[in-house]
């Protein structure tokens, strides 16, 4: 048993040391296995949800009809690109030096905060955090997005444009946004402190 259990541990550490870790799929129309294979396009259509690890404690989602691509898996040098659809990265325990980089089209955002990111190909949302924007226009190059700040195309042309989200609330009631902050809230620890029976005095001595 021991033996067995050393294995299994050992088989989760090579699989966590890259990008890529499946954690949660649902009616996931591409076939994946436990793992996202680097350049093949992850495919979801409706009432799906799908789930996967970018880094210790970072996780890109999906719900509904959406396709992604890890066109990197390397943990210095993470790489997502968004196809179809909307994802959403919430990441955590973020490394400033070792960014995680997401392409939406001609775009790349490096993730190098912690914070919640809504990516799609017509708007880009920071709900928490903040972003820095790499264009090869040079336009918005280096720029950085913060909190309730989006790059949205206007149509017809597609132009994009930096704005302040005057509805934050409506982001927030996007159904991949509640289930995103729903699965951090249930992967997240309960700090040690609250834990313990309702009404229950806990006395402790220092």
């Known amino acids: 048993m021991q033996v067995l259990l050393a294995i299994l541990l050992l088989q989760h550490a090579v699989i966590s040391a890259r990008a890529g870790l499946i954690t949660y799929a649902e009616n996931v129309t591409a076939a994946v296995d436990a793992h996202m294979e680097t350049g093949r396009t992850v495919e979801s259509g409706p009432g799906s949800r799908f789930e996967a690890m970018l880094g210790s404690d970072t996780y890109v989602r999906t719900r509904g009809r959406a396709a992604i691509v890890l066109e990197s898996e390397a943990l210095d040098d993470t790489r997502l690109r968004v196809v179809e659809g909307m994802a959403i990265v919430d990441a955590r325990n973020i490394d400033p030096e070792i960014p995680i980089r997401v392409l939406v089209g001609e775009l790349e955002y ?96 220092f």
Do not use: C, K, M
């Open 110 to 205: 490096a993730i190098g905060h912690d914070g919640l990111y809504l990516f799609e190909a017509r708007r880009v949302v920071v709900l928490d955090g903040e972003l820095e924007v790499r264009d090869p226009d040079g336009r918005f190059d280096g720029a950085r997005l913060g909190a309730d700040r989006a790059l949205i195309r206007r149509p017809p042309d597609g132009v994009l444009d930096e704005v302040r989200l005057d509805e934050p609330d409506a982001i927030e009631n996007l159904p991949l946004v509640r289930w995103s902050r729903q699965r951090t809230a249930r992967l997240t620890p309960e700090p040690v402190f609250r834990r313990g029976r309702p009404g229950v005095n806990r006395r402790f001595r």
